[in-house]
Each structure stands twice: as structure tokens, then as C-alpha cells.
């Protein structure tokens, strides 16, 4: 899949870079059409994950609040984190809600980006903490992630900050691409395999508590994998994940608190097609009228939270200045 995201996004800088030698035609793509964009789309998730249900009440705070003439946004399903970058660097998305490493590897033309730097985005606030959540049952008989080697394991969709996550911990613990059988599904569809016996685990970047980890206890007997000892140290030493613990009581099924990976979840948006303006205008009507968000998530949008994730990361023009004006930056 990295190879195919750099074909595509080197494809789309030589197109562009044609585009800028044709004189005044790369002048109107870049003034009065950008500024007068205002119908866009917003890259979320799987739609059993945390990204879409959110990115669905987000983008209605943004409809019912954003101060700007024709404004529209949709929140789409997608494969999350690099497609969503990827959309906006191709101008088929306009924001995006990302996990803020693949962010980070975007910015800096590393990781899944490798040779395909994505300079048309930037950081508009934080959403919320994303929790690698691992799960199997117990009919299973896995206790470990080690114990994953030869097992039907669902890494998430191709592109995702989730399946990004898995490969990261599986390659901790020793296992590579073909030690397991890897099946790219979001994270709803791999729950109902796992419930059917299709799958023998699944890994979820999502929000804690996740209701479909719940839904799913309510069928089976579900068993939390830790990420924890020499693994753990490798993953903290070598990523830009940060280690938290799940406590027992987030789940009526846990006994016990389990060690996981955690990283931010993030809204970008493109620089190319969202002016300063409009960014403004985004970034107020959303943190501004968080309480309208039911999803248990949506507390995490909190503005004394806005900045978290935004180290390294360009920030958008209009995101800097709402932040400067609000004193979230100097």
C-alpha cells in the first residue's frame, strides 16, 4: 500500500509542477477559486470506528456555526489517517481527521510517506486521544500479542493510523508481514468477524471507552491484549507514541488495568483550497460550540486541549490566528 501512495502522490507533484509552468492558469487555481472554496469535504474513518460518528457530529457543529457564505461541509468514510492526508494533497478532500504521527511522517516526507512530502496541510486542533485497543476472546485461547504469530489478525484499512499502530507493535514483538494472516478491516467489520469466529483478533485506534469493544462483551468473552515489557520500551524509544493504561473500569469486562499505546487525534485541513479566512471561521464555530457533540468523544475538544498534537506539524494560517487571538499560542 506505501508504494502505491507515493506512485499517487508523486504522480499528482509532476501534474502540478506542469500546471505551475503554464503561466496565468496556475494564478487563478491559486487566488479568488481558493478563496471563494467553500463546499468541502472532511476525510473521517471506517464507519465502525471512532473517526466517522465524530467527524459526522463535527461537521454539523461546523454547518450550524461557521460564519461564511455558501459554506458546506460533508464528513465522508474513508481509510482515516494517510488517505485522509492524501486527499487533501490531492485536492479531493479539504480536511481531514488524522492521528498526529502519520501527520508528523507527512510533514516530513518519512514513514508511509517516504519520498512524497505532503506541504499543502496544517494543524487546526486537537480531537481527542486515540487508545490502541487489541482485542480477542477467550475462546481463542491468546493471551499475548505474541501469540497472534499464524493467526487471522485484522491490522485496519490500508492507509489508516490503526494499521500504521499494529505493524509498529507486531514488528515489536517479532512478527512480520506473513507471520499472521492479515486482514485490512475497519474496525466494526472486524468486530463482527470476531463474533462470527471469522477473525482471531483486531487492533482499533480508537476512543476510550469504544462502544463497539462494548457491544461486542455483550456476545463474547473479550480478552484486552497489553503491550507491554521490551516491546513497549522499543515502541516509546523508536515512535512518537506515548504509553497510557487502561483502567479496569472502563470496560465491565476487565479485571484489571491493561497497558496500551496511545497517540492524538487531529483535524487538519489544506492550505491550497481553505483560505485564512474560512479556516478562521472553521476552527471558531467548532471549538466554540463543542457542547452541541454528543459522542463521548467529543468532550476531548475541549479549546484547553486545542494545542495537543501540534508539536512539529505546520499550522494552518487560520487555525494561528484564531489560536493567537484566543492566547492557545504566542
Known amino acids: 500500500m506505501k508504494w502505491l501512495w507515493i506512485a499517487l ?15 496565468d492558469s496556475n494564478d487563478s487555481a491559486s487566488g479568488e477559486e ?25 461537521a ?29 494533497f490531492q485536492g479531493t478532500m479539504q480536511l481531514g481527521m488524522t492521528v498526529h504521527i502519520p501527520a508528523l511522517e507527512a510533514a516530513e516526507g518519512t514513514g508511509e510517506f517516504e519520498g512524497a512530502k505532503v506541504d499543502n496541510f496544517g494543524f487546526m486542533g486537537h480531537i481527542y486521544p486515540e487508545v490502541m485497543q487489541i482485542i480477542t476472546t477467550e475462546d481463542t485461547g491468546i493471551t499475548s500479542i505474541e501469540e497472534l ?9 490500508a492507509g489508516s493510523g490503526t494499521q500504521a499502530a499494529a505493524k509498529i507493535i507486531l514488528e515489536a514483538y517479532g512478527l ?23 477473525l482471531d483478533a483486531s487492533f482499533g485506534l480508537l476512543g476510550l471507552p469504544a462502544s463497539s469493544i462494548d457491544e461486542l462483551s455483550f456476545q463474547r468473552d473479550v480478552v484486552l491484549l497489553p503491550v507491554e ?30 497497558t496500551a499505546i496511545t497517540a492524538y487525534a487531529i483535524l487538519v485541513g489544506s492550505t491550497d483550497q481553505i483560505s ?10 467548532l471549538y466554540e460550540n463543542i457542547g452541541d457533540i454528543t459522542h463521548p468523544q467529543g468532550t476531548f475538544l475541549d479549546p484547553e486541549n486545542i494545542m495537543n498534537g501540534s508539536e512539529g506539524l505546520p499550522i494552518h494560517p487560520g487555525a494561528e490566528k484564531y489560536f493567537k487571538e484566543k492566547g492557545f499560542m504566542d
Do not use: R, W
Request: hydrophobic content about 35%.
Open 149 to 157: 504469530k499464524g493467526k487471522k489478525v485484522a491490522i485496519g484499512p
Open 276 to 285: 485564512e479566512e474560512l479556516g478562521y471561521e472553521i476552527v471558531k464555530g
Open 34 to 58: 481558493t478563496e471563494a472554496l467553500t463546499d468541502l469535504q472532511m476525510g473521517t474513518g471506517s464507519t465502525g470506528g471512532t473517526y466517522y460518528p465524530l467527524g459526522q457530529e463535527m
Open 229 to 258: 515489557g521490551k516491546p513497549l520500551e522499543t515502541i516509546l524509544e523508536t515512535s512518537g507514541y506515548g504509553e497510557i493504561e487502561i483502567p479496569a473500569d472502563s470496560y465491565d469486562f476487565l479485571e484489571e488495568p491493561v
Open 176 to 198: 512480520q508481514d506473513g507471520d499472521y494472516e492479515a486482514y485490512e478491516e475497519g474496525f466494526g467489520d472486524a468486530a463482527a468477524k470476531i463474533q462470527d469466529g471469522q
Open 9 to 23: 502522490l508523486s504522480a499528482l507533484v509532476i501534474f502540478l509542477g506542469a500546471c505551475g509552468n503554464s503561466g
Open 60 to 88: 454539523q457543529v461546523m454547518n450550524n456555526h461557521v460564519e461564511a457564505d455558501g459554506f458546506n461541509v460533508s464528513a465522508v468514510a474513508s481509510g482515516a489517517s494517510v488517505e485522509n492526508i492524501g486527499g487533501i
